[in-house]
């Protein structure tokens, strides 16, 4: 039974979620984080010294960081076609993991996410909106050029990538900002809707986050 610690609503946290869900392994989620607090004990600062959510604890592994979790659990329990084994074509797919967790989701999650749900619009450049949501069709682009070759990254079998690549997704759907036409992305998004373990960890509302006034 792998624990995983953190609240539903982090991108990050579902990431982890998918991924336990997608490998069929058993696990017991505890909410975490931001109104549930937790994050700040001795205990959970043992686990993580950030004070960030997820954490996982697998028996004989305690360990942070989203994507190097789900590296861990492509590695010990994924079959070859979840985390191939061979390092030309594990390789492939890692580079576009890697581009959305460092390109795409800094653009996505910090400049439009932040913006458009979690601070006062009364604070929020709307200009700088404009310009990042230009940078992000731009990086839209150069996935939906990349799809379009199989259902997955991979090909026929859905990857650790597609998890990496697929847990923004929702995200970027539903946040309303102006986007170019992306055909190949969509049909991948649509495909990635009809998962069940992506409509339950990943397509997950976000509106318990969206700034308020305080009363
Ligand atoms: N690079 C880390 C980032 C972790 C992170 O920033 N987590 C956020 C949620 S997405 C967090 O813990 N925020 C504080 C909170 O939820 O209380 C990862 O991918 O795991």
Known sequence: MIEIFGRATSSNVQLVMWAVAELGLEYERHDIGLEY?????????AMNPNGLVPVIRDSDVTMWESAAILRYLGARYGDAAFYPADPVERARLD?????????????????????????????VDFDAVRQAADRMGQLVGLLDARLGNGPYLGGENLTFADI??????YRYDTLEF??????????????LCQRPAYAKHVMVSY?????????
């Open 37 to 45: 607090g937790g994050n700040d004990t001795p205990e959970y600062l």
């Open 95 to 123: 580079m576009w993991a890697e581009w959305i967790k460092s390109t795409f989701a800094n653009v996505l999650q910090q400049q439009l996410f932040w913006p458009l749900v979690r601070r006062d619009p009364d604070t």
């Open 164 to 169: 990496m690549v697929g847990h923004l997704l």
């Open 178 to 191: 102006a986007k170019p036409s992306a055909p190949n992305l969509w049909d991948y998004y649509q495909r």
């Open 207 to 215: 509106e318990p986050l969206r700034w308020s006034a305080p009363d």
